[in-house]
């Protein structure tokens, strides 16, 4: 796989190390990066966060990480207006209600794509980072065969420039149809972008028992490999590999 250049990425643990074959693959004009190890039966989503891409240091590494450390077969699609898809929103401001416009979009780019890789199983996960998160708010519940969904610094956003008011009512909305996965929400205590009242009110507004809310201290990019290791645990534990081991996160 491609490492880091640049970015604070989360180490590997050389002891399930696995090769990973990666391709660059297109459905409809979606373009997006596979990474496929050996006995690959399901799809865990990477959704990139904003004004990066698929082909991003820091998401190339983490897409490898999962795909290394899950046994899944890990896809993260270019948002839009992002990555090989860029306009506008990679290199200036966001326009108003980018986000509130770009859910639905969102959602069928990444149905479409899971349809494409069903030859590899269904979709079984989805991790999402900042933006990542709020695309995949709507996503998991729109893809019943997600049984494990991690959203990594999301919440209803209240900085970083996003001027959306029908965003919050849309990610809520969203949120309350998530009852049949269980979600983990990681989270920092300093974000300038996802306060902790917004963290909570979207944690809140998902129905049920299976949640579970972690935050970490720090601002909004700075991402502890302790945080990534609790996600990969999290995951593992209902629906990669080593979920037949016993071990509940």
Not at 51 to 68: C, N, Q
Not at 108 to 116: I, R
Not at 135 to 157: Q, R
Not at 209 to 226: C, I, Q, S, V, Y
Request: some cysteine; overall charge negative; proline content about 8%.
């Amino acid at each position: 796989m491609v490492r880091p250049k640049g970015e604070c990425v989360p180490a590997l643990d050389l002891t399930i190390l696995r090769v990973v074959l990666e391709d660059r693959i297109e459905t409809n004009g979606i373009p997006a990066m596979l990474y496929r190890p050996p006995g690959a039966e399901g799809l865990l989503l990477l959704g990139h966060g904003g004004a990066k891409s698929k082909d991003s240091d820091r998401f190339v590494a983490l897409s490898g990480l999962y795909a290394e450390r899950t046994g899944l077969a890990v896809v993260c699609i270019d948002a839009v207006d992002h990555g090989e898809r860029s306009a506008v929103v990679a290199g200036g401001p966001l326009p108003a209600e980018w986000h509130s416009n770009t859910l639905g979009p969102m959602v069928n780019d990444w149905v479409e794509t899971a349809k494409a890789l069903s030859w590899i199983g269904p979709p079984i996960a989805y991790v999402g980072f900042s933006m990542g998160a709020i695309f995949g708010v709507p996503t998991v519940g729109s893809l019943a065969s997600i049984k494990a969904a991690v959203f990594v610094v999301g919440g209803i956003p209240a900085g970083g420039g996003i001027q959306d008011p029908p965003l919050r009512p849309l990610l809520l909305n969203a949120a309350s149809k998530l009852d049949q996965s269980q979600i983990l929400m990681v989270n920092k205590t300093q974000d300038e972008i996802f306060p902790v009242a917004g963290v909570h009110e979207l944690f809140d507004a998902i129905p049920g028992p299976n949640k579970r809310l972690m935050f970490w201290e720090g601002k909004h990019d700075d991402w502890p490999t302790e945080a990534i290791d609790y996600t990969v645990a999290f995951i593992n534990s209902h629906v990669g590999r080593r979920a037949q081991s016993g071990s509940v996160v």
